[in-house]
């Protein structure tokens, strides 16, 4: 891919500063490219190598004040890691030109198989599947009857969708990911064994959701595990049965999701994070990593720590204290024998 400065400075809606005619073959990091490269500073801690990197181009604030003189053309924007991505977003196009089934694959005769589609080697396309448009199907994927994958999806080598789920458009679906597995469900007999409660449901990923490697989302008991638009989930992430996650919100490895929990829009959850069942999490809480959420948040955009979690400001606040307990305590046992000492006086 070859273009120049100006289409690019075009395409970003920045402000350019230097030959517009430049041209730009490659994205690279700003402390290792070479000339036809096009970079970034969000950082401040990297400005310095602004003046020494042989990028032909640099995307920077509008805010960025050159300190001396840079040989790199300029691109000013708002937001330089936004831009940034858009950048490496349009050099993406590895998957472009993957088209066709390979062979041995396995896809049933009422399969629906959509246009520019990719079906990797030993992958399996259940009964009744259905397959949008420029989906790409990595190998050793295996899609369950009655599923639905819409257009523009990738889901990578060893990707499993159980039956009749819905995968909808442009979501990307990482390795070893599990898409409805039963929901852990079991009731306890008089006789003190356990008898598996049938998993019905299915599990339905919005458009633009995003799946990371080894995660699992069950199906529902009944109805459906929903993960909405454009939510994104990290690597080894569990979502129990039912739950419901809305859009936009973003959940980071390890983290565990049990029953019928809902969690709201534009929520930012940490790593290792654990919910208990049948709670409600407000829009747009924010949760530290390896908090513990055992109750329901009612409160809009708050932040949350520990375990069980409360108030972040609260909780730094404790953590602080709890630091300085050897010490407290050294100060209550003088405070202790100060008393003592009074009182043996007076009497």
Known sequence: MQTTVGEWSIYLNGNLEGDANILLTHPAKIEEAGQGAISFIANKKYQHFAYTTRASAIIVANDFVAEKEIKAALIRVEQPYLAFTKVLGRFNRLFDDLIGTEEPSFIHDSASIGSDTYIGAFSYIGKNAKIGDNVKIFPHVFVGDNTIVEEGSILFPDVKVYRGCSIGKSCVIHSGAVIGSDGFGFVLQPDRTYLKVPQL??????????????????????????????????????????????????????????????????????????????????????????????????DLGKSWNGTPAFDYLASLRSQSVFRNLPVLEKRLEQLEKIFKNQEANHS
């Open 201 to 298: 449901g299915n599990v339905v990923l919005e458009e633009d959701v995003e799946i990371g490697a080894n995660s699992t989302i069950d199906r529902a008991t009944m109805g459906s595990t929903i993960i909405h638009k454009g939510t994104k989930i990290d690597n080894l992430v569990q979502v129990a049965h039912n739950v419901e996650i809305g859009a936009h919100t973003v959940i980071a490895a390890q983290t565990g999701i049990s029953g019928s929990t809902r969690i709201g829009n534009h929520c930012i959850i940490g790593g290792q994070v654990g919910f208990v069942g049948h709670i409600d999490i407000a829009d747009e809480s924010r949760i530290n990593a390896q908090s513990g959420v055992s109750k329901s948040i009612k």
